[in-house]
Each structure stands twice: as C-alpha cells, then as structure tokens.
C-alpha cells in the first residue's frame, strides 16, 4: 500500500493544534498518509461517517462503539491524546479485532512527577510559606524559622495508584533514600517489589507515611474512596499531593482537614475547573494550589507529539508501538472522565 | 588512659544547647571523657586559657592561633559545627601537629540539596506564583497557566561550587536526565567526571545553562566574584539559586536583574542578617525568598550530633574520624566568616 | 464464563513437564481453566484440530497458519516458551484478530546477561588460562602472568543487538563506567539514547570497541551478516562473546579468527548441537566455549512459569498481559528457528 | 619555597619502576621537586640516613620508625604503593606530627572486585568446567547441562570486609538484586546501611549467603580467624571468593572443605608464593585457581602512578590529599605483612 493511501483522522478536542497538530506534525503525518483533522468540537458525526470506511489512524478521542468499528475496517489504532481514557470506546471489541488502542499519557508523567516531588518539598520544608513571611516582614532565621520543617531525606512515603505518574516519581525520590511504599490493586506485588517499592493495603499507605502522593486514576467503582474516615487514617502533620483526580478524594473533606491543620496538602485538580471565583477553600491555609498545571506544559506536549508520531509510523509499516500506553481494557473500560 | 582522663570542651557558640548538646549527647560525651561548656558567646579567654593544658578535643569555633596551639598538648581535634571556617585557627601549624580540624558542614548538606531542588523546580514551574494567583482568583489552568513554565527533565545545569552541597545535589538531579556542569577551582576535572559531571569554567557555566546553583564559599579572595558582568552570562529567563553565602555575589545587582526579569532566582542568604524591615528587595518580583532555611533544620542538626559523637569516639580511641570533613589548610584559612 | 470453560493447550515442544508443566503449574492452569497438553513432539495433527473449536490460549510452538486462526474463534493468547519465534504463525492475521502472541523469551535474559559479563571479564582478564596455567605448574604471578590481562572498567563496549539480552546486560555494565554502544535496526535511536546507550553502525560498532556482545536474533535476512571482511573489522585483541545465535556470523571464519589470536572469544551457540565429537573447534585456542549453557537454568524456568501463570491469568479475566513479550509482526514473521 | 627544593625519595620495592617510576612519572615529579631513587630492594640504611634531613615525600615502604622520624623535621608524606600496610612505621608518632600515611590501595580495588564478580559468576555457574568439558567431548547440552549452575541474580551475598575491595564490588553486585550483608568490625553499621548493606556477624554472614566474599585483610590478631568450624558454617554448595590474603582461613581446611565438594571456591591468595610445584591443593576440583592474578593488572598501576601523582602534588602546595587513602593508625599497626 502506498502512504498516500493510509487515511489519519484527528479529532483530538480538548487539545488544540498547538498542542498536537503543529507544522512538523502536520508535514511528517502528511509524508505517511491522508490526514482529515477536526479541531474545536468533537468530530460532528457526519464527518465520523464519512472517514470511518477508510480511516487507519484515529488521533483523538472520538467515541468508538461496535457499529463504527463494524464500520472501521481498514482501522488499526485509536490514539487516546487526553491523558485519560473515556468510556465512549467498545475496549473489549476493539482489542479483539487487533485495533491498538493507545494512551499518550506517558507524555505527561515526567511533568507531574516533577510537580509531585517539588511540591512534597515545598510543604515539609514550608517553603511557600518562607516566602509569604519574607515578604511580609515577619520571617523568623534559620532555626527558629524552621520549627515546623522536616525533610524528604530518610523519610516513609507512599503512592496510592502506581500507574504512569507513580513509575515517573518513584526514581526520583529514591536518591533521597525513601522507604516506598506503593497500593494499587491493578498492578501485581511481583512488580512492585521488582521496581523498588513495598506493596501495601490502603490503609497501611495511608496510615503510615509522612509523604502521600495521591496518583490513582478516576473509575467508576473508585469515586470517592478516600472519604473523610480514610483520610483520618493519614498521620499528623504529613504532607499529602493530590495530583490525579478530585473524584478519587472527598474533596470537601479532603480540604478542610488540610485547612484544620490535620495534614499539609498540594492540590492541582479540583472537582469543578475553573473553580467558582468565591469558592471559600481559595482562603485555606496549609495547602498549596495550582490550577491543573501539574502535566500541561510545553515539554510535555512536545514529547506527546513524538509518542505519536513514533508510533504511528511504526503501526503502519506493521511493526508494534513501542512507546504510547496500550489500553487495558477490562480496567479502561471502567474510567470516569469529565 | 582511662576514658574519664579526655576534655572535651564545647565552645559552640553560635549554636546552642538544643543543637550541640541535648541530653543523649550530653551522656554520650560524659561516658568518653570529662567535658567543659560555655554557651551563649565565645569562651571567655581565662576560661580557654584553663582547658588549654587538658583539652583533647574542642568542639566549637574557639580562636586557635599557634600560641594556644603551643599550650595545648593534648589537643587532637578542632571541630567546627558552624558550618563555615574560620580563619582564627592556625591550620598549617594544627595539622603539622597531627590535630584534626574537622567541619561537621556535611551534615547540613542533604537539607540545602533538597531546598535547591525543590526551590529549581518552584521557580521553573511557577508554583509559587500559581498558588498567589489561585488565592487571588486570577489563575489560568492548564496550557495557559504554564505559558512561562519550563521543566527540569533533561535541562542543562550548571554547580558554582562543588563541594558538600553540590555533592548531595548531584545524585537529586541525575533522575532528571540532567547534563551537569560545575565550576569549582578547588576540585581535579577527574573527580569531577568519575561523579558525572563535566569540568567547565566559571563562564561556561554561567552561559550556557538553564539552571543555575551558585553553591560556593566565601573566601577572603572570592567576594562579589559574581559581579555585574558575569551575572549578565545568565541565559535570559534561566532558574538561579543562591543557597550558599551572599558575599559570592553582588547582592544588589543580583537582587535587581532577578526583579528585571532577566532571570528567576532562589535566595536563601543575605549580606545583612535580619534583613532590614523596610528593605526594598522584599516586593522584588521573581524571586522565591527564604531567610536562611536551607540547612538548619532538626533533621540536620541530629544528623550533626551524630557526625560529632561518632568522629570524636573514634579520635579519642586513636581511630581517623569517618563522616566529618577535615580541613583543607590551603583554603581554610582563606574563608570568610561573619 | 466460568473458569472451567476455558481450554488451555500445551504444546510446548521442545520444552518438557520439568520446564513448563511441573506440579505447581498444572495446579494453578486447573484452576484457571480445562488443560490440555501433550509433550515429547510437536502435537499431532489430530489433536490440534480436536482443541481448535474451544481453546483459548496455546502455551508453545503450535503451527497457527490463518487456515487453523478460522477454526480458533476463541484463541486469544500463543505463546511461545522457546525464546525463539518461529514462522510457523500467520503473525498479521493473529494480530488482527487481537490475538496476543507472546514469547517467554524475557525470563532467560538475566542469565543470558549474566553469562555475557562473566565471559567478558574471563577473556579480559584470562581468567581460565590462569586456572590452566596454576593446575599444570606453568603459572606466573601478579604482573607477570597479567601481561595479556585488561580490565572492563572504563572500557569502550559494544552491543550488535538490543533486545531482551540486551536489556538485561546494559544494567550490568553500567557500574563498569563502560561507554555503551549498540546497532539494532529495530530499535529507534532515542529508545537507546534514553536508556544509556549511543546508537551506532554496525561497522562502528565492530571497530571502535574493546568489548563486543554479539545478541542479534536470527532472521531470514541476516543469516552470516557478520562475515569475514566484517569481522576482520573488530579491534585486535577485543573480547567477543557470541550469545545469541550461531547464525548470525560465518561461523568457521569466526573460529578461525579467534584461534588465530585475532581476538578472544566466548562461545555459547554453534551451527550443529550437539557439536560433532571430532570438531577440530574443540582444540581451539582464545576461546571459552560452553554448550548452549547461557540461559537455560532452573532460575530462567522458574521465572518464565511465573511469567506464563501471571499472563494467562491476566488474559482470561480480560486484562493486558504485563510480564511476556508480545511479537512484532514485521519482525517474528523473519525469524529463523531449527 | 622553590618547587625544587622538595626532596621526593623512591623505595618502592617490590613496585620496580615500571609500575611506580614511568617516564612521564618521572617527569611531572621532576617537576614538583629533586628526587631520589632506589629499586630491586628496599633502600639501604645509609641512603636513608642521607635523605632524612630534606625528605619531603617517602613513596614506598621505606620503614620509619620514631627515631628515623626525629631526623626528618620537613616529612609530609609516607605513601604506600604496596596495597598493604606494613608494621615498620610508628604512625602514632608520624600522625602526631602531621605527616600524611597514605596508601595507593584503592587503585587495586576496581580489578580486584571485578575479579570478584567474574569467579563468582563463574563458579555458581559452573563456566570453567563447561569450557573443560567441551573440550574433552564430555559437553552436556542446555539444561541437562545446567543442572549444577544457579544464578547471581536475586542472591544473598556477603562480604566479609568492607575495606576498597568491598567498597568497589557493591556497586558491581546492585544490579544483579543482591541483598548484600556485611561483616567488617572496622566499619560502623551506620555507614554500611547508608550504602546500601547489612551489617551482620561473622556468623550469619557465613551462614545465610549463597555468595561470600573473604575480603578482610591480615593483621596481627585475625590469623586464620575462619577456621574450620567457621568454614563448616558455610551453606552448602555456596560460591566462595578468597581474594584478599590467604593468612585470614585456616588455607588447608579451606581447600580441603572446597575439593571436597561442601563449596565452590576462587582462590586468588596463598600462603606461601610461588606454590610448591608439587602442591597437592593444584589438583582440586571445585575450585578456580589464579596466581596473585586480581589486582595487578597494568590499568591498576596506571590509576595508582595518577592516584601518587595528584596527591602528592597537592600536599606539597598545602592542599588535602584527595585520591589516597590516609592510615588509620589504630588498624595499621596491627597489619600483617609478608
């Protein structure tokens, strides 16, 4: 088959050309085949239709069920570039007719780990609050500046979810000479203990580390799971970095507890984006915000677009992806997404 | 000799009871030799003049020239717990005696590593402004949040100084891929590389990284050796943090490219301190401001008492010292203390 | 479906029970489904076709053209427990049928690699020659018998293929301060870049390095790539050590060249096995043979049975398998096997 | 002072000058000060009576006892470029006057700990008796003959001494996922754990570890300190390394307990060298012999001419010696030396 013939169809909304559909995408995915791309919007469904007989490559999140895919028979990857997978896709049929369906969340990960480590710092440190007192005139020095501050060094931390973000963090807190602990119920023990960290139940993870990282993606069994009784589980005083999803937390609970001086607490993700402007945890003390900013940067785009390109070059010359993340499908299946 | 037949004389000033001498050191001391203090100033003379003849070990930054030496006969270490040498010990004469001289600085090195860090990334990624604008309500989420932010993965970084920071810096930054590059005159190119680093000169490094630690000591030869000039090498909009003594640059002209937006900084140390109230540095923008936090926290000082009961056990058993760091005679003499 | 109605086939030839099918595995494959096995020879005709209407996942070397695909609507794993594919699959339409085809190849790189640096070290150092020379009385001590005697450390080492095996090694050179190259066409540049590697020709490779791992699988187009003028351009006096397959050089040359002091060798794989009795190869010098010993230890088994278990189990509940490698259709369909 | 004033005086025997004395030795020396030689004995009384007023720098094992330590008021450094200590100076006395007692030892240490992982490997996997066995036509093919060989990977090792040797090969052990235990009575637990060992006893190191490396040196009170009931603690079939000095076992026991199949074992030390030719212990199996072969490779004395010449250069400017390592004179008095 010549390239020419080879139909690539992107319909990456929310993310816009500038974030996967620059100049040098465009001519390199020109030089493997017909490009069609809609930006804006999801992909209207006449234009679905349209592509569908012929399309090889869907770049995008564009809803697939059994009759598009009975519709799709040239298709051979679904390239997922939102970071989270949405259940608009028949996984288990899609699998079985040896379509990849892959992630580019991978693209992401360093990002937030970086933000998960500085943050985990910033906290035990106080550092944010170091500044705030300097510039305000009531700084205190040195030891008496640091009564509250410990260290990452030597200390206990635990990962709940150990997914993309988790395997990113982990060789970054090690050289600190952590004791790792890691829950997560889709990733075997062997694994773990393999990469370096001690398997552990929830309640453990939660009750015995200094440092939480809190990773695990949204499903529809997990909403929730750290409700205000597992949340009392966590130390006093510990720093905990929410950095996946709000749905996995009761946020409310989540934030006054870090508010009433329970826990030092980093939050990226919010149960509503924007946030209310007179939202009343804007006031909280304790806590260190940012606005989903922990993944979303320009290094991470950029190696999005070189995950995709790689392998959508390596899938039609027949060979197998080698850096996306292919989708589980008894567990994709299950993800919640806004 | 019995152990009781050791002095050991702490003159520590200016650390305190709650650093040097807590309760299980005070026992650990007692049981190797008889022990003598003064805190709250430096020893009075008549006091030094009467440990002079006894003394075996003195712990603390007690003037040392060579008449004290001559009277001393017994003396087998010196061990600064400051931090900083200073020049009121007569190296060459202490060391041709066979006197130990030894800085329990290594033990703060791990908590200026992890606030260099973590201070990098804040600033690269824009935490501490995205957590002022979330409280204000005028943050911006995602990409457009993170339009100034760049990512340490893979960056280019450079060390002014090589010696215990940079040493427990090194090992924090390799995860992140970094190329690392350190000026230090006081260290062989060929130790530099066995510990991934490549040798570069002091303009190298200022030009030609993204992040920048500027980690040296003050010398009576070095002082404002970062001057107007070579701080204008700094890649526009690069990551600069001060964590060692404010003398190595010129604070002001320092302070003022920060605020100028010709770079971002960390600033950790200052030329007078406490900074004045009314300092104007306190509304400089771009800057993260701590007020010399970096090193002194309880983790740091326990894992200093440790250093110093487990050296000094060693000395007085006719043992070398193990985890503190001797003087080098060339270059101890030429620090600059306050 | 309940787990009784899956059927397994084990066909595992030439693998045997004590490898693939001891006590613990027949216990736990119960529990996961109905098995059926034969052993001894490749399964007869007769019986692949009664077990096609129900299996659902081959553990061995069964012949899968598409003609035995059509009547297999419930197979969803091969898997191949012989560390070699065969062309014995129809691999383009198994995976169009998302069927996963998976090799245990992985479980026998630790000890692939392990034989690697041992063998490397020995031949560097003549470490056997030593033990002959001390057994016969002829042995020379300290810097004289080291005369033919160079180290690893530091050393420049080369990989002509980067798969499993080397995978598994790069870790183990590492520490060596070795600078790593590798040539593998099937490997993009960055994959190799990122994991520690440079990417380089296969003639830089042979030329520019002290150490030379021969890895590369054999394919229908490589068959003696490395042939006498290629082989000529190795470094005098390198250590080569051909771990792979003996088809992937002129064997004779490689030999010859060796025995004639060109360079040292470490051989694991020969064209015949058993090797002829009278092979004149036997009497050759500079060589450390051994007969196909580098990965078939009880610890490469163990480990592949838990691989097995651990996959199926994930492929029938519907999840990814996480542990085996999954074929390359591009590539599996040109390996070569006896 | 003139560089030229410092007398550098040479006595390395048994180094000869092709080890210690290169021509671009003798050149960048030449360039640091006058220098005087002597080779094929240690010098003699009345050419050591001439240097003692001016030495500067002993390079050798010239003895030096306090009264030759009197005469020598400009002594700065003793340096050692034998790898042992030797009882023949006082080092309270030299350490009390400041004198550097330095050894090149750790310039041996890299081949030695390769040596180390290469036999153990070896042994464990039988690679010696494969290459002896090919040979002679007795080859056993893949598993069948494997069935005495197990694996580095995931083993227990231990150490018995942490000195360079142990320093050296921990980090060659790490990536095989060795759970690493060490004996060393020299060495705090502290420093042992923040390297990533156990500290253990003698005893469960000799009982618990399918690996045991015989690092420790010899001294004055450990003669033959692993006698044979030490030695029959030993786990059955482990893989044993003597590569330090034969004085620690009891020699007999300890080839008597390898030949008779309790251990395997690399013997790299011996009593008494050369070994009688008629030694009855050349025949033994279960064991790989080399002559004194593990450290005194010419890449070792390369390091050790740079490890002399870098320290010596800065401890005539005034500088600390960084490469060396200095004398704990509490332990080198009680070195054994032959």
Do not use: H
């Given at each position: 088959m010549m390239p020419g013939d080879h139909l690539i169809f992107l319909d990456p909304h929310p993310r816009d050309e500038s974030i996967v559909y620059t100049p040098d995408v465009s001519r390199r995915l020109a030089e493997m085949g017909r490009v069609e791309t809609h930006f804006g919007s999801r992909a209207p469904d006449a234009l679905v239709d349209e592509i569908l007989p012929d399309v090889a490559v869907v770049i995008g999140q564009t809803a697939m069920p059994k009759e598009r895919l009975d519709r799709a028979p040239k298709l051979r990857a679904i390239i997922n570039v939102k970071a989270n997978w949405e259940p608009n896709i028949d996984y288990a049929e899609a699998h079985a007719r040896g379509i990849h369906i892959l992630s580019a969340a991978p693209a992401m990960a360093p990002a937030v780990a970086e933000y998960c480590l500085a943050q985990a710092i910033a906290l035990s440190r106080r550092f944010g609050e170091g500044d705030r007192l300097f510039r305000t005139g009531g700084e205190a020095y040195?030891?008496?500046?640091?009564?509250?501050?410990?260290?990452?060094?030597?200390?206990?931390?635990?990962?709940?979810?150990?997914?993309?973000?988790?395997?990113?963090?982990?060789?970054?807190?090690?050289?600190?000479?952590?004791?790792?602990?890691?829950?997560?119920?889709?990733?075997?023990?062997?694994?773990?203990?393999?990469?370096?960290?001690?398997?552990?139940?929830?309640?453990?993870?939660?009750?015995?580390?200094?440092?939480?990282?809190?990773?695990?993606?949204?499903?529809?069994?997990?909403?929730?799971?750290?409700?205000?009784?597992?949340?009392?589980?966590?130390?006093?005083?510990?720093?905990?970095?929410?950095?996946?999803?709000?749905?996995?937390?009761?946020?409310?609970?989540?934030?006054?507890?870090?508010?009433?001086?329970?826990?030092?607490?980093?939050?990226?993700?919010?149960?509503?984006?924007?946030?209310?402007?007179?939202?009343?945890?804007r006031d909280a003390p304790n806590i260190l915000f940012t606005a989903h900013l922990a993944g979303g940067i320009e290094d991470s785009y950029r190696r999005m677009r070189d995950m995709v390109l790689d392998d959508v070059g390596r899938i039609l010359r027949g060979a197998l992806p080698l850096r996306m993340q292919p989708a589980d499908p008894e567990r994709a299946a299950k993800m919640r997404s806004r």
């Open positions: 040195g030891k008496s500046g640091n009564r509250l501050a410990y260290s990452l060094f030597d200390a206990r931390a635990g990962l709940v979810g150990y997914g993309n973000v988790g395997r990113a963090l982990a060789p970054l807190l090690k050289p600190f000479g952590c004791v790792l602990s890691a829950y997560d119920p889709w990733v075997p023990d062997d694994l773990l203990r393999k990469q370096g960290l001690r398997p552990a139940s929830l309640d453990e993870i939660l009750s015995r580390n200094r440092f939480l990282f809190l990773l695990a993606g949204a499903t529809t069994e997990n909403a929730g799971f750290l409700d205000r009784s597992r949340l009392s589980m966590i130390q006093d005083d510990a720093c905990v970095v929410l950095a996946s999803r709000a749905e996995i937390v009761e946020f409310e609970d989540f934030v006054q507890l870090a508010a009433a001086g329970r826990y030092r607490a980093a939050i990226d993700v919010f149960p509503e984006e924007p946030v209310p402007a007179a939202a009343s945890l």
